[in-house]
């Protein structure tokens, strides 16, 4: 695990979470830890769902596209027209 500091961050800033912290029954760090990972699923899941909106339209406009595996394949094996 690595460790962070952070510096020059407000007071009003550590009050909120130290508060927040102590609502949950956690250190002051435990929520943070939290806060961050939170924030990284959230935008994970920001983007997956941008990627299958992305998919969606190119499936609509383009239709389901076949497999290319085999012939890749078959050209890498040196095997005529798979």
């Known amino acids: ?3 962070l500091k952070i510096r020059d961050v407000s007071e009003h800033l550590v ?3 130290r508060q927040r912290a102590a609502s949950k029954g956690v250190s002051l760090e435990e929520e943070l830890r939290q806060t961050l990972a939170e ?3 959230r935008v994970r ?3 997956l769902r941008r990627l ?3 998919r969606a339209s190119q499936e609509k406009k383009y239709g389901i596209l076949p497999d290319s595996t085999p012939g890749i394949r078959a050209e890498r094996d040196g095997e005529p027209d798979a």
């Open 39 to 41: 924030e990284q699923k």
């Open 45 to 47: 899941r920001y983007w």
């Open 52 to 54: 299958d909106r992305l």
């Open 1 to 3: 695990m690595a460790e």
């Open 15 to 17: 009050a909120f979470y």
